[in-house]
């Protein structure tokens, strides 16, 4: 069964720094690309991040962008999420899910049960 667990989300003030872990079971991660979402409450679920099944290829959210890196350790089957320098506006659930395609198209089959962040001013 695919599971995914996320981690490490909590309260922070502005300027922080929190590190979210998703943890994957049932498939290797060599296989897949991870990516990382958030919802915030009012808000649609906003894409922040991916990481190829190699690791060797990211991309992110241009509202992420310098201050977030998302990395994998495969030998644990884990993306991490590292968020520096965090702003009340990143406040949110965060997700992980799992990438694949399904008739040509790349889809997110599988997600975590979320991780909330909340960021204080």
């Known amino acids: 069964e695919v599971q995914f667990v996320e981690s490490g989300g909590g309260s922070v003030q502005a300027g922080g720094s929190l590190r979210l872990s998703c943890a994957a079971s049932?498939?290797?991660?060599?296989?897949?690309?991870i990516g990382w979402f958030r919802h915030a409450r009012g808000k649609e679920r906003e894409f922040v991040a991916r990481?190829?099944?190699?690791?060797?290829?990211?991309y992110y959210a241009d509202s992420v962008k310098g201050r977030f890196t998302i990395s994998s350790d495969n030998a644990k089957n884990t993306v991490y999420l590292q968020m520096n320098s965090l702003k009340p506006e990143d406040t949110a659930v965060y997700y992980c899910a799992r990438r694949t395609v399904v008739g040509g198209n790349y889809v997110y089959d599988y997600w975590g049960q979320g991780t909330q962040v909340t960021v204080s001013s």
């Open positions: 049932g498939f290797t991660l060599d296989a897949y690309a």
């Open positions: 990481i190829s099944w190699s690791g060797g290829s990211t």
